[in-house]
């Protein structure tokens, strides 16, 4: 079992940035492809980011590239996500995941996911 704390959301505004970790305990997160996801309002969970066992390969959805930045320390058991130039449209709670699947996507490849943390940017 892995446990994964998200932190670092809160209210910023547009053209802002945020840095979100997540926190895993219970076993290392280097078993694991450790991703970003998130949840507006109404809406499904949807991918952000992805980051390979030791942080060789990162992915990004196309919405956040070039402003957000995963990156892992497992020496750390913890996992970040830099957000810069935050957009209003960037509002969501954003869920920390852990993987077995080496190109996670979608919900359906998480075996273990945070409670999330709120980021709110207004205009």
């Known amino acids: 079992q892995v446990q994964l704390v998200e932190s670092g959301g809160g209210l910023v505004q547009a053209g802002g940035s945020l840095r979100l970790s997540c926190s895993a305990s219970?076993?290392?997160?280097?078993?694991?492809?450790m991703g970003w996801f998130r949840q507006a309002p109404g809406k499904e969970h949807d991918f952000v980011a992805r980051i390979s066992w030791y942080g060789g390969s990162t992915y990004y959805a196309d919405s956040v590239k070039g402003r957000f930045t995963i990156s892992r320390d497992n020496a750390r058991n913890t996992v970040y996500l830099q957000m810069n130039t935050l957009k209003p449209e960037d509002t969501a709670v954003y869920y920390c995941?852990?993987?077995?699947?080496?190109?996670?996507?979608?919900?359906?490849?998480?075996?273990?996911w945070g409670s999330g943390t709120r980021v709110t940017v207004s205009s």
């Open positions: 219970g076993r290392t997160i280097s078993s694991y492809v």
């Open positions: 995941a852990a993987s077995r699947v080496r190109n996670l996507l979608g919900r359906d490849g998480v075996d273990y």
